[in-house]
């Protein structure tokens, strides 16, 4: 009998820690309906939009990157693509298939066969309305491991096109001076890597966890 309280012990401190460690692992991923920064790593540069569209190309509303940390339009929610919606609260897993949308203005990250006004890659646009766009809208993540976490830096690929979302220091002018250009590439390299910074993580069935203020 005594052998068997032991082992029943035992059992419920192993099952505790295995909780502990799951939720752990959920505080540190990047979850559906997380509103968060990116940046670039390499330029240092944060994901930027705002109600300034394109002077050429597609004339859609422009998406820049930006050296200030504090600026409110750098805020990104994490969605689940149109067909197929993600749980909020739920670790995105790496190559999963996700929809980024601009908080300010409920505009989705979008691609297409347009040049960039300065480097002449692919142009990146926010595109839609209330966060409803079309099918180039969505992009996979490229992670290691199972899940997007956040101290780790990512690669977004775009569906539609296969390129990658990327960032190589070109600065634009007025009305825009000192932004850098946002585009797709072609190919992986280290101008594509992002990571998550400042924002509100989603736990399933908590509040948001928050990682520094909005």
Same mark, same amino acid.
């Given at each position: 009998?005594?052998?068997?309280?032991?082992? @029943?012990?035992?059992?419920?401190?192993?099952?505790? /820690?295995?909780?502990?460690?799951?939720?752990?692992?959920? @505080?540190?991923?990047?979850?559906?309906?997380? %509103?968060?920064?990116?940046?670039?790593?390499?330029?240092?540069?944060? %994901?930027?939009?705002? $109600? !300034?569209?394109?002077?050429?190309?597609?004339?859609?509303?422009? !998406?820049?990157?930006? #050296?200030? *940390?504090?600026?409110?339009?750098?805020? /990104?929610?994490?969605?689940?693509?149109?067909?197929?919606?993600?749980?909020?609260?739920? *670790?995105?897993?790496?190559?999963?298939?996700?929809?980024?949308?601009?908080?300010?203005?409920?505009?989705?990250?979008?691609?297409?066969?347009?040049?960039?006004?300065?480097?002449?890659?692919?142009?990146?646009? @926010?595109?839609? #309305?209330?966060?409803?766009?079309?099918?180039?809208?969505?992009?996979?993540?490229?992670?290691?491991?199972?899940? /997007?976490?956040? $101290?780790? @830096?990512?690669?977004?690929?775009?569906?539609?096109? $296969? !390129?990658?979302?990327?960032?190589?220091?070109?600065?634009?002018?007025?009305?825009?001076?000192?932004?850098?250009?946002?585009?797709?590439?072609?190919?992986?390299?280290?101008?594509? /890597?992002?990571?998550?910074?400042?924002? !509100?993580?989603?736990?399933?069935?908590? $509040?948001?966890?928050?990682?520094?203020?909005?």
């Amino acid at each position: 009998m005594e052998r068997i309280r032991i082992f @029943a012990k035992s059992l419920v401190l192993v099952l505790l /820690w295995c909780h502990s460690e799951g939720r752990e692992s959920d @505080a540190n991923g990047v979850t559906c309906g997380s %509103l968060v920064k990116l940046l670039n790593t390499r330029h240092n540069v944060r %994901l930027h939009s705002h $109600d !300034v569209k394109y002077g050429s190309g597609s004339g859609q509303q422009s !998406v820049t990157g930006v #050296e200030n *940390a504090d600026d409110a339009n750098s805020y /990104w929610q994490i969605r689940g693509k149109p067909d197929r919606p993600c749980q909020r609260g739920t *670790a995105i897993k790496c190559g999963q298939t996700i929809r980024i949308t601009h908080m300010k203005t409920g505009r989705n990250l979008h691609t297409h066969h347009f040049s960039s006004p300065l480097s002449n890659n692919q142009e990146v646009s @926010a595109f839609g #309305e209330n966060g409803e766009g079309d099918d180039l809208d969505v992009w996979k993540v490229h992670c290691d491991g199972d899940h /997007w976490e956040r $101290d780790e @830096a990512v690669r977004f690929q775009h569906i539609g096109t $296969d !390129v990658y979302l990327s960032v190589t220091g070109e600065q634009y002018g007025h009305p825009i001076r000192g932004q850098r250009e946002v585009h797709g590439m072609s190919s992986p390299n280290q101008h594509s /890597w992002w990571r998550a910074m400042e924002g !509100v993580f989603i736990l399933p069935s908590q $509040d948001p966890l928050r990682h520094d203020e909005l």
